[in-house]
């Protein structure tokens, strides 16, 4: 038990780096910095995060873009590509290829839902 609670991230550092991967969900992802921000290395970051929320970091970051992705679909009439590039993906074949993963349904799809 004490094991796992000196794994877990403390809660100000958790809030730090969820607060920073919100604002920065356009931006690639760097675990470099989240680790930084919380003066961890990158594995022991990793590792204690991945413990404190069930998922890995990168996984965070996707399912949040993805989910910024979803709501401007639903919410604005910008197109596919517009919103692609909006939450930082370059290529918009790769962003239908990770909202498929997630939704399991196409960009498309999920507008015409």
Not at 63 to 86: D, F, P, Y
Request: charged fraction near 25%.
């Amino acid at each position: 038990k004490i094991k796992l609670r000196s794994t877990l991230l403390p809660t100000w550092k958790l809030r730090r780096v969820l607060d920073h991967m919100e604002a920065h969900l356009a931006e690639p992802f760097d675990l470099d910095c989240l680790a930084a921000l919380c003066g961890m290395s990158r594995f022991h970051f990793s590792r204690s995060f991945r413990t404190t929320t069930g998922q890995p970091p990168s996984g965070w970051f996707m399912q949040h873009r993805v989910q910024k992705a979803s709501e401007m679909l639903r919410k604005t009439n910008l197109s596919i590509i517009e919103i692609a590039l909006g939450i930082g993906y370059d290529s918009p074949s790769h962003f239908a290829q990770v909202f498929r993963r997630v939704t399991g349904v196409s960009p498309r799809h999920y507008r015409k839902l």
